[in-house]
């Protein structure tokens, strides 16, 4: 029976088969074991601390009857414990493609850190169950031995989790509260699942998780970005079909049900959230920031934490920290979790100590002002308007690597009078045009530079962990290094949707009806959100606006050099002087 989302009838793909290598899948072998303290899975890794009941390969049974497969890391003895479910089709207690060996340094988790009992990007069993917990590794739905086929995110998915979350919380040995927890996939499926309700949920910890799949990453400000997802779809593995996102976005460019359907009903939640986030993702910023602005209910915490997703998940900190929660929402422990400041914000100093948890009542910060930088000739960036017409121009279709050495980057600077810190949502309003084109794609981005013009980027990861003298030994991708704050938004698709928008943030339509191509050689002028960051501005250093017609942020993995292409021609002019007041608009907090 064919896919459908309302009227949509889903294009799918085949999943990657099973046996090949990379998938590191042995088959199914149901059974109990207990793997004592002190058990290696494999050399170098993690020994286990305490004994270990390994349920492998049991099946939870969703409401169509199909058979998922989980496998249980659990304590021993007669108490009745929590479980955590971590949800993706990425494979589950070692399988798979995916493991931080994909980031050369392992993005400074060393091998030993971890037992290979985990799931990608999901808590380690070695960790948790001594903490008084079960893991439960999931193969959603089509991965590997579970039945069907493979879905991509959608409401189908959360009903999937509300199933498994209402089988798990009946075993004998769970008492009755289930948890998810978990990074990327694992925190866009705790969206999902959380918004259909299930009874036994007791909270979750979506950490570093898109919310909105269409506008936030894969047509991110209406220009199709698919590398990435591509990519993705080659390394997932199962016996049948799985969604063609790439092909559903070729098919069905604009907005539709079936998009809609894919952007989590944030306001359905009603469990307790521990929400995590940082600024070096290039998938998950500005989706996980709007699922915790969007939560209705007031147990909801947010930490913006100041290096990478996957280092931060296996660091003690972090690790203390959601244990505390997590205690306090699914055992019913009485400690001081509910004092907790409701948003924990760190900024960055690019390579100097950042600033962490910084104590904020509320996101986006309450007392946040907004100064505006108008563009000026000899690349300069000044609180007052320039007076007369004037312009700057770069060719927006040269090829592009995403390696910060791209040419054809229109760069205006400002120096920072005093110590200064941007917290929150830049944007960039420019008045552009092309002669050659119809459409612009304009990209954007707010770099720290220092007094003598260099331009910085922040190294995501302690060198300690890394195990480098110097940034200059570290692999130039995004999940090592950040660049800045960074946006874009093709011209064709400039209107806005002004019930979901927000002061601090647009959502556009992405409609074939609102669509509103540009007469070539006419100026339109573009309102450009921005991701959003924290940064710390030294008196004398230098905030950077760049502009291109190319993605100017550090591509994902080595392999997706080179692999995006905007859908630009010719060049472009940037107007600004006289009535055409081109700006940016930086958000400043005082500490």
């Known amino acids: 029976m064919a896919l459908r989302v309302g009227s949509i009838t889903v294009l799918q793909r085949p999943a990657v088969a099973v046996d090949s290598p990379p998938a590191k899948y042995g088959g199914l072998h149901p059974s109990s074991t207990v793997l004592p303290a002190g058990h290696v899975k494999a050399h170098g890794h993690r020994p286990l601390p305490v004994d270990t009941i390994y349920d492998r390969d049991q099946v939870v049974t969703m409401r169509d009857g199909a058979k998922l497969r989980v496998d249980y890391f659990r304590p021993t003895g007669d108490e009745k414990v929590p479980a955590l479910l971590a949800w993706s089709p990425y494979g589950k207690t070692g399988t798979g493609f995916y493991d931080l060996n994909l980031v050369p340094g392992r993005v400074g988790v060393k091998e030993g850190k971890l037992s290979d009992y985990e799931k990608f990007e999901a808590p380690d069993p070695a960790e948790w169950v001594q903490r008084g917990y079960t893991i439960a590794n999931i193969d959603a739905r089509g991965a590997f031995d579970s039945e069907g086929d493979i879905r991509w995110f959608g409401t189908a998915e959360g009903r999937d989790g509300h199933d498994a979350i209402e089988e798990i919380a009946k075993l004998p040995w769970c008492n009755g509260k289930v948890a998810m927890v978990g990074n990327s996939w694992l ?62 976005l070729e098919k069905y460019p604009y ?100 600033i962490i948890n910084y104590p904020f009542p509320a996101w986006p910060i309450p007392s946040t002002t907004y100064q505006t930088l108008y563009l000026h000739p000899n690349n300069s960036l000044f609180p007052t308007a320039y007076p007369t017409p004037s ?121 074939k009806e609102a669509e509103a191509m540009v007469e070539p050689g006419s100026v339109v002028e573009m309102d450009i959100g921005m991701w959003p960051t924290g940064m710390v501005f030294e008196k004398g250093e230098k905030l950077v606006l760049k502009i291109a017609g190319h993605n100017m942020v550090l591509a994902e993995f080595e392999p997706l050099r080179g692999a995006f292409a905007s859908g630009n021609k010719g060049r472009h002019v940037i107007h600004y002087g006289g009535d055409k007041e081109s700006r940016v608009i930086i958000p400043l907090v005082e500490l």
């Open 391 to 511: 312009s700057a121009s770069y060719q927006a279709d040269i090829p592009a690597l995403q390696m910060d050495a791209d040419s054809e980057e229109v760069c205006f600077e400002y120096t920072i009078p005093a110590r200064s810190y941007v917290v929150g949502y830049p944007k960039a309003i420019l008045n552009m045009s092309c002669a050659e084109h119809n459409d612009l794609d304009v990209f954007v981005q707010i770099r720290k530079a220092t007094p003598s013009d260099e331009v910085l980027r922040n190294l995501n990861i302690p060198m300690a962990d890394l195990g480098v003298s110097s940034p200059s030994d570290v692999v130039l991708v995004n999940t090592n290094f950040y660049l800045g704050a960074n946006g874009v938004l093709r011209a064709s698709r400039r209107a806005v949707d002004e019930k979901r928008s927000k002061p601090h943030w647009n959502v556009q339509k992405h409609t």
């Open 187 to 248: 925190a866009m499926a705790q969206w999902l699942t959380a918004a259909e309700r299930p009874p036994h949920l007791a909270c979750i910890a979506p950490f570093e998780g898109s919310s909105d799949v269409y506008r936030e990453t894969l047509c991110r400000g209406g220009v199709p970005y698919t590398p990435f997802w591509g990519f993705l779809a080659a390394t997932l593995y199962g016996r049948n079909q799985q969604e063609d996102v790439v092909a559903m």
């Open 255 to 354: 907005m539709n049900e079936y998009w809609e359907d894919k952007r989590a009903k944030i306001e359905n939640i009603e469990v307790p959230a521990y929400v995590l986030a940082s600024y070096s993702t290039g998938l998950h910023t500005l989706g996980t920031l709007r699922g915790y602005e969007d939560l209705k209910h007031e147990e909801k915490w947010l930490c913006i934490h100041s290096t990478q997703e996957w280092h931060d998940l296996y660091g003690k900190e972090r690790v203390d920290d959601l244990q505390k929660f997590l205690d306090f929402y699914t055992k019913g422990i009485k400690n001081d979790w509910p004092s907790t400041p409701r948003a924990r914000v760190s900024i960055l100093d690019f390579n100097q100590n950042p």
